[in-house]
């Protein structure tokens, strides 16, 4: 499977804009043979939001009108697509990524783990259990930014089958370690497959690092930006090697196998209220 990451800018506010440009690059990766390709956080709408009233106008349904705009692009390209949107609820508004398919909407996320940041400031914790998503290619998982923080959400998705987790991003200054060491662990600690997609460019005064990735079962990096300059990244991978968790590194006496290995006894003490506070949400 041929996957691709596009590494780009995007204008706060300016949904038809930025939704052009992706289909632009969505019409490039499928002509490079690409399946599927992975756009950044909030690509749809950009991320630095000052509050909810200014956020909302610019959020939508899933399925909605831009979902169904990028089904007919998908259905015309025999392609997939991952976007990072907002999604409208009635309770107010997520920070969601959602996978497209020739069929439609195959599955979405909202996310679960929010720093102080941005539009995640006003946007409402991730409500659903994670979920493996059946591609015709590939089991994928989704999560968004912060998420890619807490080791938890990608062994559940292991657990549940995961081939590859997908991580729309929008990594500003200081995230540059997250960038650079964590993706390439969740994939080793796991032994999956991992795209990482992040946007470049300044929003209100926060710069972008770029730093995509894409990693392999081994912790490997398969493909990188190479700066902070509008970028595709491609990759292929294979389920096959991500289904296989038994390591033979030397046959009957090196065998890792980080699946079978846990032990779930002994980690109680993670699903334990912690009684710490976030910061304080407006």
């Known amino acids: 499977m041929k996957i691709a990451g ?32 992975v756009f950044p956080e909030c690509a749809l709408t950009g991320y630095c939001f000052a509050s909810l009233e200014e956020a909302l106008p610019y959020a939508e349904s899933i399925p909605g009108p831009t979902t169904d705009r990028l089904q ?7 392609h997939s697509v991952v976007i990072g ?36 400031r006003f946007a409402l914790p991730g409500d659903r259990d994670f979920t493996v998503h059946s591609h015709p290619e ?9 998420d890619s923080a807490f080791p938890e959400s990608s062994r559940i998705m292991t657990i549940q089958g995961a081939d590859l987790i997908i991580l729309p991003t929008n990594w500003p200054s200081g995230a540059e370690h997250v960038a650079e060491h964590a993706i390439n662990t969740r994939s080793m ?22 730093k995509s990735r894409i990693t392999g079962t081994a912790g490997e990096t398969i493909a990188t ?8 990244l491609y990759a292929t991978i294979d389920p096959a090697r991500a289904r296989n968790k038994r390591v033979d590194r030397v046959p009957d006496k090196h065998v890792i196998h980080r699946l079978a ?5 002994m980690y109680e003490k ?13």
């Open 189 to 210: 600690e796991n032994g999956i497959y991992y795209c990482a997609i992040n946007r470049i460019g300044s929003e209100r005064g926060f710069e972008f690092i770029g």
């Open 72 to 78: 007919e692009v998908c259905r015309e390209l025999n």
């Open 138 to 146: 590939a089991n994928i998982g989704l999560n968004i930014c912060y």
């Open 225 to 232: 930006s190479t700066g902070t300059d509008p970028e595709i």
């Open 85 to 120: 949107m907002l999604e409208q609820a009635e309770q107010g508004i997520y920070n969601a990524a959602v996978l497209i398919t020739p069929q439609g909407v195959l599955g979405s996320y909202r996310k679960i783990h929010l720093p102080y940041l941005g539009v995640d």
């Open 6 to 37: 596009v590494q780009m800018d995007v204008s706060l506010m300016d949904k038809e804009g930025n939704l052009s440009r992706i289909i632009e690059k969505i019409k490039e990766t499928a002509a490079a043979g690409a399946s599927l390709t």
């Open 261 to 265: 290995d846990r032990r779930p006894e």
């Open 270 to 282: 993670i699903t334990e209220p912690h009684g710490l506070q976030p910061p304080n949400r407006d």
